[in-house]
Every structure is written in C-alpha cells, then in structure tokens.
C-alpha cells in the first residue's frame, strides 16, 4: 500500500546552502495496518506526511502509496488521488471559521465528488458523535469537538489511507485520549491504512507499527 525507495529530502535556504531533512528512507508496509511516525522535533516526521500525502516532491527517491508513484501523476492527478483517496487531520483543525460543522463537512465531500456529499457528511459527523452539532461554527465548538469535525471531514469520502499530523497535540488528556480512541476505531471500521505523526509514545505503542526518526533516517521500525 505504502512504499519509500530510497526518498530524501533537501532544501534550499536563500543563501544557497543546503538542508537535508530526510535521507535515504526505504520501507514498505501493506494496507489496513496501523503505523505511527515518532521522532523528535525537527527529525523529519511532518515533512514525510507530505510526501505521503503528495503536498511535497522528494529531491530524490520515489513515493508509492496504493501503486501510483506520486512524482509521476502531475497537480491535476495528484489533486484527484488525494480526494479519492485520502484523509487528512492535523494538529491546527484548520476549519472555515464561517462555515458550521456540517458545512465544512460537505465541502470535502464536494471536493472528492461524491454524489449525496450533504448525506455523506451527516453520517461522518454523526459517527464521530456530533449528529447535534452539525449547525454549529467552529467558534461554538470545544477543541475536541473541532477535531472530531476534522476528522469527520477527513473520511467524509471513506478513504483508503488517514494521514494524521499530531492530531491530539493541541488537545486536554482527555480529549486527546478520546480523539485517539475515535481515530483507532474509524481505522479498524474502514479498513483503511492509518499513518499517525506523534510525539507520544504510549500512544504510538497502541499501533501496529512504530518508525523512528532521528536526524531525517529512521533508526528503527523501518526493516
């Protein structure tokens, strides 16, 4: 489902000088598995969520996730793999802070064109257990709730892979334990394959998989 020949990623500054932020990752893991990306700050994790998720390009190497090598595919197939395909959940919810719950929902659902996406996002957010809060905007939501409209728009359209970016990093104990347990639970109810980005590791150690990454290569879980 998800493979990396030999990706590395290097940026340019300004001035010219060089930053390697990932370095020779190789690995593979098949679908419906459960993997979480640890490390601490700066050790790459986000950077290779975006590579996962197509937002980003290697310098060198390739990404295949669900057979399509992403460089080859171009922004307008990159753009129709990731709303067929993936959902996303970050540690900002990054919500429209205009919209209410429901609408941000439908949006998505809109966007990986799905035929009823009004009916679609009722029964995400009704999953993730806010069928009475679907009218309301951001700004009336506790951050947990923002989350869980989050994630509700992340499998509005049922997606083969979740990519999630610290996404109890912003939240209380017990919210965070509570969205983690949702995540886990819309996982196994999906099928899907969950990519998770954590500084956490009690929380990593509930997943089928750890990768650790150290100085942009992973020192463990990769083989």
């Known amino acids: 489902m998800i493979e990396l020949r030999e990706v590395s990623r290097i940026f340019e500054s300004p001035a010219g000088e060089s930053l390697t932020v990932l ?23 986000s950077t290779l969520l975006g590579l996962l998720a197509g937002l980003d390009q290697p310098t060198s190497g ?4 669900a057979g399509h090598a ?28 205009h919209f209410s ?12 064109g799905l035929q009823s996406p ?3 996002a009722q029964e995400a957010l009704a999953r993730v ?9 951001p700004g009336q939501l506790s951050g947990g709730e923002c989350q869980r409209v989050a994630i509700a728009r992340a499998i509005v359209a049922r997606p083969k892979i979740l990519l999630c970016d610290e996404p109890t990093g912003s939240l209380d104990r017990v919210n965070a334990s509570k969205v983690f347990d949702l995540l ?4 196994q109810d999906l099928g899907s394959t969950l990519v998770l980005v954590t500084h956490d590791p009690h929380l990593a150690d509930r997943l089928d998989r750890q990768l650790l990454l150290e100085g942009g290569r992973f020192v463990s879980g990769a083989a």
């Open 101 to 112: 719950a429901l609408q941000n929902v439908v949006i998505a659902g809109e966007i990986a």
């Open 62 to 65: 390739q990404v295949i996730v």
């Open 118 to 120: 009004l009916k679609a």
């Open 129 to 137: 257990g806010l069928e009475r809060r679907m009218g309301h905007l």
């Open 184 to 187: 886990l639970a819309l996982h």
């Open 23 to 45: 370095e020779n990752l190789s690995c593979s893991f098949e679908a419906g598995l459960s993997v979480a990306i640890e490390g601490p700050s700066g050790s790459g994790k």
């Open 70 to 97: 992403l460089g080859s595919l171009g922004e307008a197939g990159l753009s129709r793999f990731r709303a067929q395909n993936l959902g996303f959940v970050f540690q900002a919810f990054h919500l429209l802070q």
